[in-house]
Structure formats: C-alpha cells, structure tokens
C-alpha cells in the first residue's frame, strides 16, 4: 500500500474523532488518547510501590477480573485459554524471582529493586483441551495485548515476559498437570516514561533508555516501512 500527498488515511475513535492521520506512508497527526493505547503494549520496566501507586482494593481479585474479562477470546471456540491472578505481595514476589526482563539492557538489572510490577496475570494453556499448543499463540498474544489495554483505560501499565522458568512458576502456582503457563503479564502503576521513537537509518530496532534511566526509548519502524 502506497500513499501519495494527496491520499489520506484516518482512523476514528468511539466518538468519531481523528486519531491518526496519515500522509506519504507517515503519521502525520496522532492525538494523545491513541498514543496511549500505542504504547499500551510497550514493555514497561519500571512500577510504583503498591501502598503508594493505587487504592489497596484495586489488587483485591474482584478488582482485577474486569482487566482480564476483556482479554478472553478464542479460535475456533476452543476456550484453552485460563488465568491464574496474582495481588498478595508473597505470591507477586516469587513470581517476579522466576521471571527475566529486558534482554537487551542485561547491565541495568531491571526492574530495578522497588519498581517491580505490583500483580500478574498468568496466561496458560488447557492441554487437555487443546493438545497443539502451536495453534492457540494467536490467543495467547490477543488476550495479553486486550488485558494491556483494558489495562491501561484504568490508568495501569504492564509488560508481556515470555522469558520466565516455566517448571518453577506450574510448581508454584500448583497448576494441574495438563495445564502450561505460556505467558506472564505484570501489570501496575507507572512509574517511568516509555517513548516511542522511529528506527534509525540503521535499521537498529533495540529499546534504550535515557542518562536518568527514567525514560525507556523503543524504536518503532514507520508506516512506510510495514505497509505493503
């Protein structure tokens, strides 16, 4: 798909308001609500405390089933899909301990001691109902991605880890045998700056951060560069 200077290309929110608007392949306006959600699904690294960041009810797990509710989706009605929510601290702690974050800055240790995500939502797969896991990683990435932005409409922000020791966590989480943790989503309040920036003439697509180490850079390819 190529656009000319004289071709446009809007998409609308519920309200029927400009959110994007394209020009020559390239974002040429983007309002604040959709950068949000853009970047819903960008890694963060970095949380607030729990006792400071929101209300203590907000970690209760009548509190977080509305996050998830949004995120359940299927192929071919299947339903393989299951959820396991963790709030206490003892639970969040451990799971954190099992879990490894952002590959590409492995000299900065993050997340950093007190900015660790104050919940998880654990996506596992039902083997019993669903034998080839292969075929089911489209819901799994749905569903994290829908629980994100259903996420972030509550003001939070969360990251998808795929890098996690997944005998340990089926171990600690008391998971039955045919059921396999495929995905862990942390999930809390912010507290850092994810920038979206476009790839550089070098292609280099590795997120970086700035000299506080407050703001994490994550390089996007542009428009022109992923429509076909």
């Known amino acids: 798909m190529t656009l000319s200077s004289e071709q446009f290309h809007t998409l609308y929110d519920g309200a029927a308001q400009p959110v994007v608007l394209v020009q020559d392949g390239a974002v040429a306006e983007c309002n604040c609500h959709a950068q949000e959600f853009f970047t819903a699904g960008t890694a963060l690294c970095a949380y607030l405390p729990q006792d400071t960041a929101l209300p203590e009810t907000l970690y209760t797990r009548p509190a977080i089933l509305p996050v998830l509710a949004g995120g359940i989706c299927v192929s071919a009605n299947t339903q ?17 301990a099992l879990t490894k974050w952002a590959a590409a800055l492995p000299q900065l240790s993050l997340p950093h001691p007190g900015q660790c995500p104050t919940g998880f939502i654990v996506i596992c797969l039902d083997r019993g109902i669903a034998p080839n896991e292969t075929a089911f990683l489209r819901d799994v990435g749905i569903a994290a991605q829908t629980i994100l932005l259903a996420a972030a409409e509550k003001g939070l922000g969360g990251c998808m880890i795929g890098n996690f020791n997944r005998a340990a966590l089926k171990e600690l989480l008391k998971l039955p045998e045919d059921v396999e943790p495929n995905l862990v989503v942390a ?8 920038v979206l920036t476009e790839v ?29």
């Open 187 to 194: 999930i809390g309040k912010p507290a850092e700056e994810v």
């Open 200 to 228: 550089g003439p070098d292609g280099n697509t590795r997120y970086y951060r700035d000299e506080t180490g407050t703001v994490h850079y994550v390089p996007k390819r542009s428009l022109k560069d992923i429509l076909l």
């Open 80 to 96: 393989p899909l299951k959820y396991h929510i963790a709030y206490k601290k003892e639970e969040v702690d451990a799971i954190q």
